[in-house]
């Protein structure tokens, strides 16, 4: 029996996280395992009058990619995708890895080198989602491997994802959209701030985000979302950080991860698993050791880290930092070809203080945004 929440997140990704007008192109991603899910977000966006294009995807077949392909295979970057990410209009990318697992063994200087090779198109999604061109979204559709990384059933897991991103099932559009002005608030708080300093457990961080514009994270982007984000000024952070959870990036789980700052760049980095995973993609490119996002979750349904990247920087009391890439809408100038999301719990003992004023203590806005 078809589960009925398929179609009302479907309805919102299509209607309302990326908006499908009638004569919009629209890239459909999503493995074989998200059929039921790619096929009512396929609907959806016929009846809005869009011309979807589905690529559905396989299982393991980047586990075969880098297991037989060659250098100048790995750099190859297929014309059909650079036509999609030049000329679409939207994209709705759906994960359902089938083993979260799977690149875990892979030798890390070949994603590093694939990873080199995709940064113009990387750098072109962002510039042309800046600017408007490009609306997306990325979401999840509930696996056993997700479930198990969770540490819950599949049942459970289909209703902690369904749960954060349609918490009201009679009108989901309306609920974010709600979500969406009071945390406007928060932005608009934020306009004309200069300084930040963050102290919590084995962190001291200070960074400036002057002349830096704050996004209310409400949907559009990721679904679930919950999160105000923007890029600090690049040479600016120094201090020290420890993330509470670990940081996983193209396969690769990496705990322990510590991070030492000057001038805005990691001059020093160490970490209690796959310290050498970490180390290689710091070094990717010349925008990889410099902060692209400085972020701060709000999402207050979701409490518990789950291995998924998509809802655990939006764990209510947290802030996460990307190193790489950041968002132009931001006004940040950083470049590179990753984009490494870290999470910090603040929820025992964890301050943010922004131009001398408390506005973060223990997880929880002191300031009054209601």
Known sequence: MKDPRLEKLADLLVNYSVGIRPGDKILIQGSSLAEPLIKEVYVKALQAGGFPLVLPELSGLDELLYRYANDEQLQHIPEPLKVIINNYDARIAIWSDANTKALTNV?????????????????????????????????????????????????????????????????????????????????????????????????????????????????????????????PVEDSIEGHVAFSYPAIYSGHEVTGVRLWFEKGKVVRATATKNEEFLLQTLDTDEGSRYVGEFAIGTNEGIQRFTGQILFDEKIGGSFHMAVGAGYPETGSLNQSSIHWDMICDLREGGEITVDNEILYKNGKFVVDFR
Not at 113 to 121: G, K, N, T
Not at 174 to 198: C, D, N, P, T
Not at 210 to 222: E, K, L, Q, S, V
């Open 107 to 231: 030798d890390p200087a070949k994603i590093t080198l694939r990873r080199r090779a995709q940064r113009e198109l990387m750098e072109t999604f962002m510039r042309r989602s800046a600017s408007g061109e490009f609306r997306w979204v990325g979401t999840i559709y509930p696996t056993q491997a997700y479930a198990q990384d969770a540490e819950m059933s599949l049942s459970e897991y289909e209703d902690f994802v369904f749960g954060a991103c349609i918490p009201d099932q009679d009108d989901p559009i309306g609920y974010w959209r709600s979500f969406s002005a009071r945390q406007q608030k928060i932005v608009e708080w934020f306009k004309g701030k200069e300084s930040v300093h963050v102290t919590g457990p084995d962190t001291d961080l200070r960074l400036s985000i002057a002349g830096r514009t704050f996004i209310n994270a409400d949907g559009h982007a990721n679904m679930p979302s919950g999160e105000v984000f923007t890029g």
